[in-house]
């Protein structure tokens, strides 16, 4: 297969894991009664389940006794499966109390917050236009908390923790594939998602077998809706360039709106769309700098090679 086919393959990759995460808020609404803490209790525990077997299929588990043994990897995939159990709780909590457009800002936030995270904690130098990019996403979010009254506690939440999990992630390295730190952080989680149904059902908070066969099987299927996008994700990732990656991600919080406004009858104030619109634009400038930073490199790239040939 050739290289072209390879990254038009990767895209069509890309495009369905981030519209898949798009519409989750219509899959976690079909969840109702069930709660958020049932939701993300089943959501890890279903999934671990689905990362083992596939793991044993494959007699890939050999990485777990290595994973014990590094103290710094297991430490690094802790950190992040608490980041991504916070995200996740919190996401589900937003969806299920008809916050869904703020759960969209979160992830329209995310990559601002990720740039401002590189600059916090991993000392990166900013070019200019991601230093107004950041300046842009900071007044809209100033403006959103003065126009509402109150701090946009959501979409700020789900932003940073995402962004710390993209940050932990970098920190640790590839060590590990997409299916096996999925495992190890369900894996982390398993233990505290057995804890919550216990109390749940206790409490008699669960739905599990009292909602109809239908409703059981859509939390059973939670594993599958989680593991499916990653792995198209991470095959996304390894055939096309980050740019393309970059661009795509905006396919999720664009559908996550859309889900919110047409199809949950969530309401948008003027006020809403006009720090949404700050938002975009800072993904705007955010977007160009992106673009012409990697036309620089191509362009200088090949003006190496001109260079060296002989």
């Not at 107004?132 to 506690?153: D, R």
């Not at 739905?207 to 996304?236: N, R």
Request: include cysteine; hydrophobic fraction near 60%; charge should be positive.
């Amino acid at each position: 297969m050739s290289e072209a086919d390879e990254q038009r393959r990767g895209a069509a990759y890309g495009f369905t894991a981030y519209a898949v995460w798009g519409l989750f808020p219509l899959y976690f609404a079909a969840l109702k009664p069930a709660g958020a803490w049932e939701i993300l209790s089943h959501r890890i525990l279903w999934t671990l389940l689905l990362c083992l077997v596939v793991l044993g299929l494959r007699r890939d588990l050999a990485w777990l006794r290595d994973l014990a043994r590094r103290p710094r990897l297991a430490g690094g995939v802790t950190a992040a499966a608490l980041l991504i159990g916070v995200n996740w709780v919190v996401y589900v909590a937003a969806v299920l109390n008809d916050h869904t457009t703020e759960a969209a800002l979160g992830y329209f936030l995310n990559p601002i917050v990720t740039v401002a995270l590189g600059v916090l904690v991993l000392r990166e130098r900013l070019r200019p236009l991601q230093w107004v990019a950041v300046a842009i996403g900071a007044l809209a979010g100033v403006y959103l908390s003065v126009a509402a009254g109150s701090v946009p506690v959501i979409a700020l939440t789900l932003a940073f923790s995402f962004g710390g999990y993209g940050l932990v992630k970098k920190k640790v390295g590839v060590s590990l594939t997409a299916m096996q730190s999925l495992s190890a952080e369900t894996l982390v989680l398993g233990p505290v998602a057995v804890v919550m149904l216990a109390v749940l059902t206790v409490r008699g908070d669960t739905t599990f077998t009292t909602d109809g066969a239908w409703h059981t099987a859509l939390l059973v299927l939670a594993g599958v809706a989680t593991a499916t996008p990653l792995l198209l994700f991470a095959a996304a990732a390894r055939r096309v360039p980050l740019v393309t990656i970059g661009l795509l991600q905006f396919i999720t919080p664009v559908l996550q709106l859309l889900c919110g406004v047409l199809l949950l009858d969530e309401h948008m104030s003027a006020a809403r769309w006009t720090g949404f619109a700050i938002v975009w634009l800072a993904l705007v400038v955010l977007t160009v700098d992106t673009l012409r930073h990697r036309s620089g490199l191509a362009r200088a790239r090949a003006a190496e090679l001109a260079d060296i040939a002989p």
